[in-house]
């Protein structure tokens, strides 16, 4: 495993259209670390500049303190797992595999050991000498990252790897990837738009937009206390308000009076707030605490309805695990916690 260190980064492939503007990032050793942004925002290319695959205009790329910029794609260990895997399909998986270690010029005893050591690691060692057209996507997958695996990476690199699988085969492989960077100890680099993957997968995440880090975080932090309103809204629903400060830790709403989170506006400013849809709860008409709202729509998940509330003429999200029946147009009570209203910066 390796510590990363970017510093000023900067990529334009058009003059005055930058990609990545200055970008600084540090990854720890073994740690998976997730970049997560929507289309355009420079993930991509960030991952592809650290692969050896894109020169940059200007930085510097160090893996534990040695400069690597220079180096060509083959030397610097950094593999890349793609999105539509890259695997030749005319060999079987045992070549696959060894690709690289062939490429390096590898024993034949060591490419072997090592080939048959990395397809136990992702379970496929009963499929070494099968064709790739005749595997699974998710099957397909575990190759390309036993391929990665085989040549002892620095740094792994994942380029949004299962958006090709179905929604059942890619919460099995979500599993997979972190058993296995745990178990190798592997430093990786995980690039997606899927906000459910970072959540769930990255031991720090990176929200990324227009060539720049908004927030960096552990993923609690970062989805409970996002610090701008792109970063609140692009990893999850959200309810937003317009707000006045009332005084520190205080202020006013169209639906009411709230205590918050976060720097407080100046008094008498206005601001926006935001507050999940988890964070609200739903009370009977008649309870006495929180604001009254109509019940306008519903939306039923199974385990879980996301109703929407009018109230004070504000359209609110309310997310309910395991929700009891409820008549839309009927009239309930929400009730928002002191402390769950955050005050978002532009």
């Known amino acids: 495993m390796a510590a990363i260190s970017i510093r000023g980064i900067s990529k334009a492939y058009s003059p005055g259209v930058p990609v990545l503007r200055d970008l600084d990032l540090e990854i720890r050793a073994g740690e998976l670390f997730f970049l997560l942004g929507p289309s ?3 993930k991509s290319t960030l991952l592809r500049i650290l692969a050896g695959l894109v020169e940059p205009d200007r930085g510097s790329i160090r893996f534990d303190g040695e400069e690597i910029s220079g180096l060509p794609a083959e030397k610097r260990r950094a593999p890349m797992v793609f999105q539509n895997y890259a695997l030749w399909p005319h060999l079987s998986v045992f070549e696959n595999v060894a690709f690289g ?3 390096a010029r590898r024993s034949r005893e060591e490419i072997r050991r090592i080939v048959r050591e990395c397809l136990e690691v992702v379970r496929l060692a009963d499929c070494a000498d099968r064709k790739i057209p005749s595997l699974s996507g998710g099957q397909q997958q575990r190759v390309a990252l036993a391929r990665a695996l085989a040549v002892d990476p620095a740094l792994l690199l994942l380029d949004e790897p299962l958006s090709n699988l179905d929604a059942r085969l890619r919460d099995t492989m979500r599993g997979e990837i972190r058993r296995i960077c745990r178990e190798r100890g592997l430093t990786a680099l995980y690039v997606t738009h899927d906000r459910q993957e970072a959540l769930s997968m990255g031991d720090r995440i990176a929200v990324m937009h227009k060539g720049a880090i908004r927030q960096l975080g552990v993923p609690e932090t970062v989805y409970n206390y996002p610090a701008d309103r792109f970063t609140a809204e692009f990893l999850g629903d959200i309810n937003l308000l317009p707000v006045t400060a009332l005084r520190p830790g205080s202020v006013s709403t169209p639906v009411g009076d709230f205590g918050i989170s976060g720097d407080p506006p100046a008094p008498g400013s206005a601001a926006t707030a935001a507050i999940r849809p988890e964070r609200i709860r739903i009370l009977p008409a008649g309870d006495a605490g929180g604001f009254p709202a109509r019940l306008v729509d519903r939306c039923y998940f199974g385990d879980r309805c996301e109703w929407t509330f009018e109230a004070a003429g504000i359209r609110l999200v309310v997310s309910e ?4 029946p409820r008549t839309v147009g009927g009239e309930y009570r929400l009730l ?11």
């Open 40 to 42: 355009g925002c420079g």
């Open 336 to 346: 928002c916690e002191p402390g769950h209203l955050l005050i978002l910066g532009e």
């Open 101 to 103: 270690l062939r490429v």
């Open 321 to 324: 695990n395991a929700p009891p």
